[in-house]
Every structure is written in structure tokens, then in C-alpha cells.
């Protein structure tokens, strides 16, 4: 005799990893400060105190960011070729999901910061023009100044946060200032996420 009774299966994706649905609990996010760096695992979500200058982030700004670890040895691909040092920290680098906030005044610094270095670019584009249209030696120099100004400028604006080591799991952060470092609130639940290593 046949059921009325409709059965609902799940949607699932045959494409995901084995792992996609494996929740992760509260303890896996916690992090543990550890003199100028933290320890973590992913994902790992940061209390709402500037990690500049360890005031309160208030009305500042939120970032929700990957950066990746990769291992220092992929590095000696070099000698084999560029491409082959791409593709092997593609294979090989681990992910980290990292929640941070920045305050209002660490914000507007860096927003001014990203201006300059876009004005460098610009300046740049057209000085490079200006260059090969007139065939200006001296404005090739000049190209060659914006140019390292402008690599300077990406690097002093890159990620806030960079991964320097990973061990079974666990991440060691570097970037946060010691203001937030020392703040109570990172301080109390650095202590209270201590046990979850």
C-alpha cells in the first residue's frame, strides 16, 4: 500500500567538499595573544576595538578578510621559474578568514593613505605618456621614482594582518598593534579562548 506521507530530501551540492557542512564551534574561533601576535583558528572574529590603536571601533569600519599562509620553502621554486612559484603557493597555501574592526580616525588614515597611492599611479600613467610621446629621458626617471613610490605605497596599504606560521591548524597572526594587544577586552577573551588550543 503506497504512502500519501511527501519526503523532503535536502538540496545538496555533489560538487562540495566533504567538509562544507561541518559546523564549527565556538571554541575553534577563538584566538590567544601570545606577545605581539595572536594564535587562531579559522575563522576568527576580533572584538570591536581598533587594531591600531586599541580604541573603540564605534562608528569605524568592519573588515571581513582571507589572507592566506604559505610555506616559506615554495620560495625556492624560483629557480625553476615564476609560474611555477604561483602555481605552487596556489596548491599548497592555507586560508584564513579573519574579522577585524578599524575606528573611525584609523579608518580616515587609511582611506588617505589609498587616495596618495592612487594619485602615485595616476601621476604615474601620465608621466609614462608624457615620456614616450616627448622621449624624455628625465621623465623616464621620473617614471622609474613613481613607480618604486608606488610599490612602496601598495605595501604600506596592503593587508592589515599577515599569517606567519601554521602548525595543526593553528595560526600565528602578525599586525595588530600592542594598544589593541593590551586592550582588557582582547586581554579577557584571549583568556577565555585559551583552553580551545
Not at 578578510?65 to 604559505?70: L, N, P
Not at 610621446?133 to 605605497?153: D, H, P, R, T, Y
Not at 606567519?164 to 579577557?188: C, D, M, N, W, Y
Request: glycine share 8%; with cysteine; charged share 15%.
Amino acid at each position: 500500500m503506497a504512502s500519501d506521507e511527501t519526503i523532503i530530501v535536502p538540496e545538496m551540492n555533489p560538487f562540495a567538499s566533504p567538509m562544507a557542512d561541518v559546523s564549527v564551534s565556538v571554541a575553534e574561533t577563538g584566538y590567544r595573544v601570545r606577545g605581539n601576535k595572536l594564535e587562531a583558528r579559522t575563522p576568527i572574529q576580533l572584538p570591536h576595538v581598533c587594531i591600531h590603536c586599541g580604541d573603540d571601533a564605534g562608528e569605524g569600519r568592519r573588515f571581513d578578510r582571507k589572507i592566506y599562509w604559505t610555506p616559506p620553502w615554495i620560495f625556492l621554486l624560483l629557480l625553476a621559474g615564476p609560474i611555477f612559484v604561483v602555481i605552487g603557493s596556489m596548491l599548497v597555501r592555507k586560508p584564513l578568514q579573519i574579522d577585524y574592526a578599524l575606528c573611525p580616525n584609523c579608518n580616515g588614515r587609511r582611506k588617505t593613505k589609498i587616495a596618495i597611492v592612487s594619485l602615485i599611479w595616476l601621476a604615474l600613467l601620465g608621466c609614462t605618456i608624457s615620456a614616450i610621446a616627448w622621449e624624455s629621458a628625465v621623465l623616464a626617471g621620473v617614471c622609474l621614482l613613481l613607480f618604486l613610490a608606488g610599490i612602496v605605497g601598495l605595501i604600506i596599504c596592503g593587508e592589515h594582518f599577515k599569517a606567519t606560521s601554521h602548525t595543526a591548524g593553528v595560526f600565528q597572526i602578525a599586525g595588530a598593534k600592542a594598544p589593541f594587544l593590551e586592550h582588557p577586552i582582547v586581554q579577557r577573551q584571549s583568556l577565555d579562548s585559551s583552553d580551545s588550543f
